[in-house]
């Protein structure tokens, strides 16, 4: 990682993180709570996700499932726990998704459910501070004995949903129940120097959220605690004991000594988010050096053009480098919401563009792509094709997912802004409004933007008083190359350029890590556009991708796109799609919620149903964004397109 600042100042931003002396980390993000989203894009997302995504979350923990009646048994101390024994989290992670869809959508018979569910989970804490209905209800002897079970990661869950509830509604009855947790996993262990690797991280990066929010410094040394605890050999459970595979959980070497991806894709995902906060505080370059290494294995030999990861479903992770299959990719959501987590992190440790740049296209399409278009149908898995057969659910036995996509969706505004002691930093294009700290100013921020069917991009820039400070707007990479390394890259040169403007004049500004910056003396009111140009580009893949040999996707600004079966030939035909294959873009309203479709004409090869004759007729393709694909039912899919005449095997 290159280009660090050391920022010595200290004062806190809406975000709440604390800017410590010597700080390693170059950006602080503005929070959700302090941006208000108007964009044509997301605004309507957001809606469908607090009321159709909640509605069904809320449906299957109270009713459908019996997550909150294990909550009311262990406050009686009777009765036999349903489900299974990591369920707690889905009903911490749901409530976060509530307090963010609060903000956004103020409900207040969700609050007052939801206060009722906060009442049942405080009732079932022991004593001392102990919360999990599991072992509550089977054997509370056995608790903190199998490093599995999950207990540590549904305690960070509820670390997480503490504080968010708290900072939507001012309500800290579950904040204090999280804190009382979190206080008795010290005492157990770090205060003890007990043994303990977690199973299933999480509870490092809620450790730091809890830190960054009380200020107590022992929740930021028993996260680095955790950290500390890999690669000791100490491992207890069924990854260790059983299937004798420690780096299923990130645990064959200390976490400073790790060079590639391995394993379960969330369990690493949120491991590295909590390295990326305990580095942003302590100053450790070995996480920082550890966490570029994995970070460029990951980019640069594991990721799909979705920017989804782990494309294994026997370990719900990584397998062998370059090794990307389509059909079978399994790319769990919760993976492409923890690459957002991730690289936001990466990014702030680091000012440099290349981590929103990834985190622009796994949001966009590996994310998205998780939930329907309805709000009430999610995928587990999202595949870059298929034969008809796949197609979303209402819910998972595991449904870690749903609450995951909701939360990430209702606070998108967590990833927009930053700032930096001298910077306003604009990471994502997404209309918005917010009021930005700088020093003992306050700039106000509004950006209007067609995003992502256009590259037409507004900021209005309003200081309470004239002043000098950078601002600094993203260049998406995606002008020049999908995704930073050589895993991918467009079958024809690009070399856009953005054009910049302040209040209508072309602006002097210089480049530096992927950011226009424009540095002047800002007054209220200035304008400052952007245009980035727009248009259909072809990504040939890395020629040790075999699944993808002789094939090109399809990219229209951050987004992937795919044919579907709905409108085109894939069941019964072969596409192709030959070297000067012309396109046409065309905004449909009443298509999929309202997108841009790519159209152009293609050889389709029909072989008979004797299979010995052939024959081939020109036909007009509509390609539709990845992330909408199978919202007209149960359809063929297709990512990754011949540009040869082949047989098309669905399954490679």
């Not at 050391?6 to 929070?31: D, H, M, R």
């Not at 036995?397 to 001298?422: D, E, H, K, Q, W």
Request: aromatic letters at 12%; hydrophobic letters at 35%.
């Amino acid at each position: 990682m290159k280009n660090k600042i050391f920022i010595t100042s200290v004062f806190l931003l809406a975000s709440g993180f604390v800017l410590a002396q010597n700080s390693l980390q170059k950006i602080y993000p503005v929070s959700y709570a302090g941006v208000t989203i108007t964009d044509a894009f997301w605004k309507p997302k957001m809606e469908t996700v607090a009321t159709a995504t909640i509605d069904a979350c809320v449906n299957y923990t109270q009713n459908k499932t019996g997550r909150i009646r294990n909550f009311e048994k262990a406050a009686k101390h009777s009765g036999k726990h349903e489900g299974i024994y990591y369920d707690d989290s889905d009903v911490y992670k749901a409530i976060e998704a509530i307090a963010y869809a609060l903000k956004n959508h103020p409900d207040a018979s969700l609050e007052k459910n939801t206060d009722e569910w906060i009442d049942k989970i405080a009732a079932a804490q022991l004593p001392d501070g102990y919360l999990n209905t599991y072992y509550e209800l089977t054997d509370i002897n056995k608790r903190w004995t199998d490093m599995e079970k999950h207990e540590d990661y549904c305690a960070g869950h509820l670390i997480e949903a503490g504080i968010a509830y708290y900072n939507t509604t001012g309500k800290d009855k579950l904040l204090n129940t999280a804190i009382r947790f979190a206080d008795h996993i010290d005492s157990v262990f770090r205060k003890q120097n007990r043994p303990w690797v977690s199973g299933h991280q999480e509870i490092e990066l809620a450790l730091m959220k809890l830190y960054h929010h009380t200020k107590n410094k022992k929740y930021l040394e028993l996260s680095d605690w955790f950290l500390a605890q890999r690669g000791r050999g100490n491992g207890k459970g069924v990854i260790w004991d059983q299937w004798k595979d420690p780096d299923y959980c990130q645990d064959g070497l200390p976490v400073k000594d790790q060079r590639k991806i391995t394993g379960h894709a969330v369990r690493a995902m949120y491991l590295y988010t909590g390295a990326a906060d305990v580095a942003a505080v302590t100053n450790d370059a070995g996480y920082i050096t550890a966490m570029d290494s994995i970070w460029h294995d990951v980019v640069f030999r594991h990721m799909y053009i979705t920017g989804g990861i782990g494309a294994q479903g026997k370990n719900e992770g990584f397998g062998h480098p370059y090794d990307l299959p389509n059909e079978s990719a399994y790319c769990e959501t919760c993976a492409s919401v923890g690459m957002v987590f991730w690289n936001q992190r990466m990014n702030m440790l680091s000012g440099n563009a290349q981590y929103i740049d990834v985190l622009e296209r796994s949001l966009y399409n590996g994310a998205l792509d998780g939930l329907s278009l309805s709000g009430d149908r999610f995928f587990y898995g999202n595949p870059l094709a298929s034969n008809g057969g796949y197609g979303r659910s209402e819910w998972f036995g595991t449904a870690c997912c749903p609450s995951n996509i909701a939360r990430l969706v209702s606070s998108v505004g967590n990833y927009i802004y930053g700032s930096s002691a001298n910077a306003v930093w604009v990471n994502l294009f997404i209309g918005s409004n917010t009021v930005v700290q700088q020093g003992k100013n306050k700039i106000a921020l509004a950006m209007e933007t067609g995003y992502p069917w256009t590259g037409n991009i507004k900021l209005t820039v309003s200081p309470a008083k004239k002043s000098l400070f950078e601002l600094r707007l993203r260049v998406p990479g995606w002008l020049t190359t999908p995704v930073p390394g050589n895993l991918y890259h467009y079958a024809d040169q690009q070399n856009d350029q953005p054009t910049l403007m302040v209040n209508g004049e072309k602006a002097d500004y210089t480049i530096d890590n992927g950011y226009a910056v424009i540095k002047r003396n800002w007054k209220k009111g200035d304008i400052v556009t952007m245009g980035l140009p727009m248009k259909v580009r072809k990504i040939a893949g890395n020629p040790q991708i075999k699944q993808n040999t002789n094939r090109v996707a399809l990219q229209y600004g951050p987004l992937i796109y795919c044919i579907e079966g709905e409108k085109n030939i894939l069941q019964s035909g072969n596409i192709m799609l030959p070297e000067n294959t012309t396109f046409e873009t065309a905004y449909e309203p009443s298509l999929l919620g309202g997108v841009n479709v790519i159209r152009f004409d293609a050889p389709v090869i029909k072989v008979a149903n004797d299979g010995l004759s052939v024959s081939t007729s020109k036909q007009t393709i509509t390609a539709i964004p990845y992330f909408t694909w199978n919202n007209r039912g149960t359809n063929d899919m297709q990512v990754w397109l011949p540009v040869r005449i082949q047989k098309i095997r669905i399954n490679e």
